[in-house]
């Protein structure tokens, strides 16, 4: 989310768009996390109680959230350009036959693989995931740590538009879950432990959501 983050200012426009600072900061995507490995699993457990979630990754590795079709276009992106781009299964869930259903993903990189270090400015810029678009907004309400955010959602064009399209995500997501809950399409007491080791070996499916 660099270099081309900037919202042009129609002259004839009394709005003042927030303006990216270019700073580069939230390319540098791995964040370390705080949680102790008590915190971590008691979060991952109430994930799975409640949600039926299992975490494919710890949270410490976990960067930026990419969805299955976003996914699907930066390996395309990367392999069309030669890139080693690791991008890892994140959270899923389990079906009666043991099948995994991958919610999302994240790319496992300190720093962004797409991200021009010289630049400073994203490479993949027309495919880059909702997540980026919406930053430094987290939500239609919320923010993310970028030192240079504006306070006043007022102050924000097109990453709004996105904030609320991840909300709207967020919310079929849950909506789905709760559905194949209740009829027993996925299951809640699988072996977690057994989810990394077996993961190359398990039927992968994917929850894409049509908005
Ligand atoms: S996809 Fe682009 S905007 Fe998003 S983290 Fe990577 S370089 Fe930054
Ligand atoms: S951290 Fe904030 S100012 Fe820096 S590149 Fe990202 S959005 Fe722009």
Known sequence: ???PMTHPVAQTSPKK?????????CCHIREQNKLSAEEEKSYKDYMKKH????YLASLSEVTINVWPE??????DEA????MDVRIRPKRALVTPNHDLIVMDYFIDHDICPFFDKEKRQCT????RPLICRAYPLTSA????????KSTNLSDYGSEMDHAQELDLRIAKEKAIITDLMLRGSIIRDFDESKLRSQLANMQLKELRIKL
Not at 17 to 24: D, I, L, S
């Open 70 to 75: 976003e996914a699907e276009r930066l390996r």
């Open 51 to 54: 949600f039926g979630i299992f």
């Open 17 to 25: 768009f927030w303006q990216c600072a270019k700073c580069g900061a």
């Open 124 to 127: 993949v810029y027309a495919l």
């Open 141 to 148: 309400k919320t923010y993310g740590k970028c030192k240079y």
């Open 79 to 82: 392999k069309r350009r030669g």
């Open 1 to 3: 989310m660099t270099m």
